[in-house]
């Protein structure tokens, strides 16, 4: 008898892959779009450059002063001519404006980072001051040179004083808040305003970047100095109506007399 014969099983059916669809050509761009490109990059590209621009000159400002430092200083430092420099601004005035815009700027990102992050009005100055106080000394070039704003054009003088009275009136209006949340304590909004950042506006006048201390030690220990004298304290009212915080009254103080010498 013949063995019988082995049937072999089936092969599975291999999935056929779906047909892919022919790509269909780019559109060509039109003159009009490509025109726009070119602009939008060459626009980018301006704007990089005058910001190295800024940069340079600010670093300028701080290492020889304001006075002291010419175009041609500016110029030689990015290896470039003078006349480079025309492009991108008028006088050296522009470029020390464009350093206090810079200042103005950080200024207003701090504002709006304490408002939209703040809880308390404690909290919403603390951050603004963390956040400013932090970029303003790391991202100031000019250094002390950006103190005084009297170099400045009338024009840009002009700008640079209502912005700072912009950013001044918000920082005020976050203590008043603290003050009446009471996570401030109760002192003229003014004053404290005006004591921090006449502090922080010094820093450029003796901050070393090469220094012992670092730019985020030297934030860090002046916004612990500005916190701490703002919270308020559970015998500050006692204090100032002349009670001790227990409720008792103070005791008087001996004034003790000099003996005066036998005629």
Same mark, same amino acid.
């Given at each position: ?12 059916? @291999? ?24 602009? @939008? ?14 940069? @340079? ?31 991108? !601004? ?40 963390? $956040? ?7 991202? $100031? ?23 700072? #009275? !912009? ?33 922080? $506006? /010094?820093?450029?006048? /003796?901050? $070393? ?38 409720? #008792? ?5 001996? !004034?003790?007399?000099?003996? @005066?010498?036998? #005629?």
């Amino acid at each position: 008898a013949k063995p019988s014969e082995e049937t072999e099983a089936p092969k599975p059916k @291999q999935a056929q892959a779906p047909a892919q669809e022919p790509q269909k050509p780019e559109k060509e761009m039109s003159a009009i779009e490509k025109y726009k490109l070119l602009k @939008q990059q060459k626009d980018k590209e301006r704007e990089e450059k005058r910001r190295v621009l800024i940069h @340079q000159a600010g670093l300028a400002f701080r290492s020889k002063g304001f006075h002291e430092t010419s175009m041609d200083d500016v110029a030689q430092s990015l290896g470039v001519t003078k006349g480079a420099l025309y492009r991108y !601004v008028r006088n050296k005035q522009e470029l020390l404006f464009e350093c206090h815009r810079l200042a103005m700027d950080l200024g207003d990102n701090a504002l709006r980072f304490g408002r939209e992050h703040g809880r308390t009005g404690f909290d919403k100055v603390r951050l603004t001051l963390e $956040n400013f106080l932090g970029n303003y000394l790391s991202s $100031n070039s000019a250094g002390a040179a950006i103190v005084n704003i009297d170099e400045l054009e009338p024009e840009h003088r002009a700008e640079i004083i209502r912005r700072r #009275s !912009v950013f001044d009136h918000g920082l005020r209006s976050m203590i008043a808040e603290g003050i009446e949340d009471g996570s401030i304590a109760r002192r003229d909004p003014r004053i404290i305003a005006f004591s921090v950042m006449g502090a922080i $506006n /010094w820093v450029p006048r /003796w901050f $070393n970047p090469d220094g012992e201390l670092s730019q985020k030690a030297v934030a860090e220990q002046m916004l612990g100095f500005f916190i701490d004298g703002m919270r308020p304290r559970p015998d500050a009212a006692a204090a100032a109506s002349g009670a001790l915080a227990d409720g #008792s009254a103070p005791k008087p103080k001996t !004034v003790r007399r000099r003996a @005066q010498p036998s #005629s």
